[in-house]
């Protein structure tokens, strides 16, 4: 269970607080006396769409107009007696608070004083530490893969270019693992991202679901540290906004080249003057937005506009790759290239004037080829290549095969987005945006796999006007993630029942087993996390309310969510068998042993394998709850007030494969304790029999290496239903 409060009072010039991805415009209006006007109409006009909303000073003489979509603003005051005043050029950026004050003058109202709006140098309304990264730099500087994020690094306090965290570099597709990030000096993967207001952030591993086109993005903000209540889950924000039709047709097409005819030749390390490597590599797509128009029919300028986006990426790369493999002559048991001698772990035994091992030395180290074990054959045979580089050095082989492996990458997605005025205190929009992106990652023969992701997003918006000092806003999202590791021979090849592993794989699962070696000896097999699958989905509802009273600006609202996180796969699902060489070593010294020779005899140091691939459908609700209040003591003088309540609760399997262990006093600092109420319990979640639909016991071990009783288990509720004692 997470909560979160937070209280904050900050001396600053600042006003109402604003949604997430949208700005405010807000001011004071006075006459040329000084003197508070109340009950002056003003009207700010987005200069793109000619969209107005309208609201009225109160009695502080203080307008505000929040949740407006970023862009060009105008803003026009009109008051009986007085000339009415506009101000133009208002460049309204993402979660900014536009301060825009009137002095009126007297006169007639067909008089009219219009005013280029200066932009500010120093952002005075609000306390927030972040950077607005706006559309032109997005779309004019140069980005490599066309990728928003890279642009994050020029914020204040950003820190980028870490490793990608380990298991999410090998489970999560696209470009997600590469994001890592720090703001203000978190952790690189602590960051919460939002597009267009909703959650865009992986319950997995938090990171990005959707990467929108950079010709689909208005602009973005990166914030940390202070900022309103409005905010929670993480220290850092990112928050990205998609850009909206306007009453002029735009679009663009788009082709971004890269091709090895335009590269150098790689260097020659092995001296085989390999050839260029090929690579293709092409970005493509559209964007095509304005208003929608059915001639003869429906105009819907001013009132319905539509924004279209889509964008292709194929990628072919092929780079030279080096293994060391086993030669012919050590594949016919002649390990003479080996200089250390190697013996016989069949012949192993005590010798009982020195009390130390000893075993038979293989003559000029040749292995019996009678003395192989089947598998190890076959797996070899079949599965490793034969050397394709003359080594011309003595000893142990190193380096002896080149091979072009080849990684296709491809990715496609879009962005539909629908803008609709239903008038003056009604804008409603929504958006929905795919992603389908595939990458097969090459192994040294049939052992690669394919990363695949499928990601969606649907959001839908409204801002209404309630009143001149009351607008609500309301919010739905929805995201689904679908990403899922698979084997070259996934469903085609069961290599593992070919060999005689005892355990039955399903097909989704069959595969190499991966075999490690070491002595420079090149590892092959299939990765041990592979099949791992999840099937994500968010459900999200917001709702956000402000209030104008007098000089204090309220905003108060909250969320909820419903997570589901899916997910089957686990570790070793093929088994791993590891060689180092030990077996084949001098047995009293376990050194001079080669990895090759321990492979090709059968004779592995370690196993791992999993009896089944584990199951598990979570499942959680989140709620949060804020208000913030904004009060302007003096024009000069600002109190900024939040609250901020938030729950999350802990993640439910509604499969009730889940286990947890539950203490019932601190672990002892010695084995074997004698007193089973003193031991650990494996606790599962629901009602019933523990190993109900479960093929397997956990036992301990006995003193002597067998079986020995049965390790604790319960399945009595005592935990709860989320395996979470909350006392």
Same mark, same amino acid.
């Given at each position: ?97 536009? /301060?825009?004050? +009137? %002095? =009126? ?6 008089? *009219? @004083?219009?005013?280029?709006?200066? #932009? $500010? ?24 893969? /066309?990728?928003? +994020? %890279? =642009? ?6 950003? *820190? @980028?270019?870490?490793?990608?965290? #380990? $298991? ?560």
């Amino acid at each position: 269970m997470r909560k979160l409060l937070g209280i904050s009072a900050l001396l600053v010039c600042c006003s109402a607080l604003l949604a997430q991805t949208s700005g405010e415009i807000t001011g004071e209006v006075t006459d040329q006396s000084g003197a508070i006007a109340p009950n002056v109409t003003v009207t700010a006009t987005n200069v793109d769409t000619n969209v107005a909303r309208n609201t009225q000073t109160n009695d502080a003489g203080v307008y505000s107009f929040p949740n407006l979509i970023p862009g060009r603003y105008s803003v026009r005051v009109t008051a009986p007696g007085f000339a009415t005043v506009t101000k133009t050029g208002i460049e309204l950026q993402v979660q900014q608070t536009a /301060r825009v004050d +009137f %002095s =009126l003058s007297v006169g007639q109202a067909s008089q *009219t @004083v219009e005013v280029n709006a200066v #932009a $500010q140098q120093l952002v005075t309304e609000n306390a927030t530490v972040g950077t607005v990264v706006e559309e032109r730099r997005i779309v004019e500087l140069p980005l490599n893969g /066309r990728n928003f +994020f %890279s =642009l994050v690094g020029l914020s204040p306090g950003v *820190t @980028v270019g870490f490793a990608p965290p #380990a $298991q999410a570099n090998a489970r999560q597709g696209g470009t997600r693992s590469q994001l890592t990030m720090s703001l203000a000096g978190t952790r690189p993967t602590w960051a919460n991202y939002t597009l267009d207001g909703v959650t865009n952030t992986d319950i997995n591993f938090n990171l990005y679901v959707l990467l929108p086109s950079v010709d689909a993005i208005q602009e973005f903000k990166v914030q940390s540290g202070i900022y309103p209540a409005e905010f929670g889950r993480e220290a850092g924000q990112v928050n990205v906004l998609t850009k909206p039709g306007t009453n002029n047709y735009h679009g663009t097409i788009f082709d971004f080249l890269r091709n090895d005819a335009l590269d150098a030749k790689n260097y020659d390390f092995a001296h085989t003057n390999p050839a260029k490597s090929p690579f293709r590599q092409n970005q493509y797509g559209f964007t095509l937005g304005g208003p929608i128009q059915i001639p003869k029919l429906f105009n819907g300028r001013n009132r319905l506009f539509f924004l279209s986006n889509y964008e292709g990426f194929k990628s072919r790369t092929t780079t030279v790759a080096t293994a060391t493999v086993l030669t012919p002559a050590m594949r016919n048991g002649d390990f003479s290239a080996i200089t250390t001698q190697m013996f016989d772990p069949t012949t192993r035994r005590l010798d009982p004037a020195t009390n130390t091992m000893v075993a038979t030395p293989y003559p000029n180290n040749q292995i019996p080829v009678s003395q192989f074990n089947k598998e190890s054959v076959y797996l070899l045979g079949k599965y490793t290549p034969l050397p394709n580089i003359q080594q011309n050095t003595a000893g142990a082989p190193n380096r002896n095969y080149q091979y072009l492996a080849k990684t296709p990458v491809d990715k496609d997605q879009i962005t539909e987005r629908i803008d609709f005025n239903e008038s003056n205190n009604s804008q409603w929009f929504g958006r929905y945006s795919w992603t389908d992106e595939s990458t097969f990652n090459p192994g040294l023969t049939v052992d690669g796999g394919t990363l695949y992701t499928r990601a969606s997003q649907w959001v839908v918006s409204n801002t209404r006007v309630l009143s001149a000092t009351k607008v609500n806003e309301a919010r739905f999202g929805y995201n689904s993630l679908y990403n899922v590791i698979t084997q070259e021979l996934a469903n085609k090849e069961d290599v593992s029942g070919a060999i005689g592993i005892p355990i039955k794989v399903d097909p989704n699962s069959w595969g190499l087993p991966n075999i490690g070696l070491a002595n420079n000896l090149t590892s092959f097999g299939n990765a041990t996390s592979s099949p791992f699958a999840i099937d994500n989905k968010t459900f999200q509802a917001i709702d956000n309310f402000s209030w104008i009273i007098g000089k204090h600006s309220l905003r108060m609202g909250g969320e909820y969510r419903y997570n589901k996180f899916p997910q089957l796969g686990n570790e070793f699902p093929r088994g791993q068998f590891q060689f180092n060489g030990s077996f084949s070593a001098n047995p009293a010294s376990l050194s001079g042993g080669y990895s090759g020779a321990d492979f090709l005899l059968g004779q592995f140091f370690r196993a791992d394998i999993a009896v089944a691939l584990a199951q598990g459908d979570f499942r959680n609700s989140e709620i949060a709850g804020y208000i913030d209040d904004t009060w302007k003591i003096t024009p000069h003088v600002t109190l900024t007030l939040g609250l901020r309540y938030e729950i999350e609760q802990p993640l439910k399997d509604v499969s009730g494969h889940a286990v947890n262990v539950m203490l019932n006093q601190a672990l002892p600092g010695y084995a074997n304790e004698p007193d089973l109420n003193k031991h650990p319990v494996y606790v599962r979640t629901g009602q019933g029999n523990f190993y109900d639909d479960v093929a397997f016991r956990y036992l301990a071990a006995g003193s002597n290496g067998a079986s020995g009783t049965n390790v604790l288990t319960a399945r009595d509720g005592r935990l709860g239903d989320r395996l979470v004692r909350t006392d």
